[in-house]
């Protein structure tokens, strides 16, 4: 875990919030150059203050949810870590994510830092493995079906058909993960079969070469392990590993909820479509996983402009979406630099 301390210094941390501010204000200054309007000042001088406490309440509970959802995992594992700690932990890795392509940070600054609770590392991997691969089962398996029964019309709606055919590319992949990934949860012979005949393919060992055989192998032992370890739990805590689940759903759909808030905040009327705009939140951010800036920044913002587009007036449209960025992406990563600073700099002093 060394190595998540030298990964992470100051001049690593300054330079990930330097590229993600830079293309996200970059960003949202040109949508707020070109659709600012007299109007827009005075409907942002209209918002109700119960307004922003509902558009805060929504990221608050996006905190809590997912903080009750690691606490039940830990629970799970026999594991006792306070829930204000699992906030804070939560949110620093967060931060961490945010800064890095991909989000890649994430992982190992919770790994470290449940470690740091006295966790062993060995427990603190499994909580962030079980926790990664619930959601990742809800999005590989969720978002894709979602694309693929209402692509034509999403893709439409947010102005994106002409990439009709990446996206068919892109979610014949996504596809074909899923449907691997249930088999090796489920069927894991059969799983395991096709994992073996994936990486004889000609064009996988061109790509992969010499490291061809040990993805392959990781591939498999990651799978098992995961399958075994949540197959003891079912059995044994059925209950609560429903309980993930739940919580795994309403972590996603309070993060979801905060775009319709938003548009509600500016006096929109979107209770009769907030399932579409929750449904093109999906597919946007399907799409978004596959960027490599971190935070998506810029994409981000040009995505979001285009549902937003859809429902507000054209002087409301780049407002909202800084709101949105604002509140969605920016408030996590100034609340979990904050976490993490002061998680990173306690442990160093007592050190």
């Not at 859809?310 to 969605?328: D, E, G, M, N």
């Amino acid at each position: 875990m060394s190595s998540t301390k030298k990964t992470f210094t100051a001049d690593f941390v300054r330079k990930g919030m330097a590229i993600t501010l830079t293309i996200g204000l970059i960003t949202m200054g040109g949508l707020l150059f070109s659709s600012t309007t007299a109007a827009t000042w005075r409907s942002l001088k209209m918002i109700q203050p119960k307004n922003i406490f509902l558009m805060f309440g929504v990221v608050i509970l996006s905190w809590l949810v997912e903080g009750l959802r690691v606490k039940t995992i830990a629970s799970l594992l026999d594991e006792k870590i306070g829930f204000f700690e699992i906030l804070r932990i939560n949110l620093a890795s967060i931060f961490s994510g945010n800064i890095t392509p991909l989000y890649s940070g994430s992982v190992p600054t919770q790994v470290y830092l449940l470690h740091q609770h006295g966790i062993s590392i060995g427990k603190a991997s499994a909580i962030v493995t079980i926790r990664l691969s619930f959601t990742s089962l809800l999005v590989a398996v969720g978002g894709p079906v979602l694309l693929f029964l209402f692509k034509g019309k999403l893709l439409d709606e947010i102005g994106l058909s002409g990439l009709a055919g990446i996206v068919n590319y892109l979610l014949l992949l996504a596809l074909d993960f899923a449907a691997l990934l249930l088999l090796l949860l489920f069927r894991p012979r059969k799983g395991e079969s096709l994992v073996k005949k994936v990486f004889s393919f000609k064009i996988i060992r061109q790509i992969l070469g010499s490291k061809a055989d040990r993805f392959c192998r990781k591939i498999l032992a990651e799978g098992e392990e995961f399958r075994a370890c949540l197959g003891t739990l079912f059995m044994e805590k059925t209950i609560p590993v429903l309980f993930v689940f739940v919580l795994t759903f309403c972590s996603w759909l309070s993060t979801l909820l905060i775009a319709p808030v938003v548009m509600m905040a500016f006096g929109v009327n979107v209770q009769d479509k907030i399932i579409r705009i929750l449904l093109l939140e999906c597919v946007l951010h399907f799409l978004l996983s596959f960027v490599p800036i971190p935070g998506g920044s810029g994409a981000a913002e040009i995505g979001f402009f285009s549902i937003f587009a859809i429902y507000l007036p054209k002087h409301l449209q780049a407002i909202s979406v800084t709101f949105w960025r604002l509140l969605s992406y920016h408030l996590n990563t100034l609340v979990g630099g904050v976490c993490f600073l002061r998680l990173f700099t306690t442990k160093q002093g007592k050190q």
